[in-house]
């Protein structure tokens, strides 16, 4: 059973933007959601939360340059990124936990999610 799907990732040179798309179950639709995104040998790094009312936390390395938003009529969620870096490279995941009910959960706790995708690759050249 399919519950999150990521889509929009793609390859742009450094200062470009990508829109990337997540569309969830309405089950979950419910809960904060969050974008974590994982490169190559690193650990994963929660970049980016909303929650149900809209209320957004975002990872120092991405103020300014990221935003997240939702959809709750259509149950899917949405990260803008611009002014895009070669360290922004990764693969970016959709993602959020039963634990996420109306709350922002800090951003450098290592989640073991209960729903995620299955991620779309953001490749940012020099």
């Known amino acids: 059973q399919v519950h999150l799907v990521e889509s929009g990732g793609g390859s742009v040179q450094a200062g470009g933007s990508l829109r990337l798309s997540c569309a969830a179950s309405?089950?979950?639709?419910?809960?904060?959601m969050g974008w974590y995104r994982q490169a190559p040998g690193k650990q994963r790094d929660l970049v980016a939360t909303?929650?149900?009312?809209?209320?957004?936390n975002y990872r120092d390395s991405v103020k300014g340059r990221f935003t997240m938003s939702r959809d709750n009529t259509e149950n899917t969620v949405y990260l803008q990124m611009n002014s895009l870096k070669p360290e922004d490279t990764a693969v970016y995941y959709c993602?959020?936990?039963?634990?996420?009910?109306?709350?922002?959960?800090?951003?450098?706790?290592?989640?073991?999610?209960?729903?995620w995708g299955r991620g779309t690759q953001v490749t940012v050249s020099s």
């Open positions: 909303i929650t149900i009312g809209g209320s957004t």
């Open positions: 309405g089950t979950i639709f419910r809960l904060t």
């Open positions: 993602a959020t936990d039963e634990s996420w009910f109306n709350c922002l959960p800090e951003l450098d706790v290592e989640y073991e999610y209960d729903y």
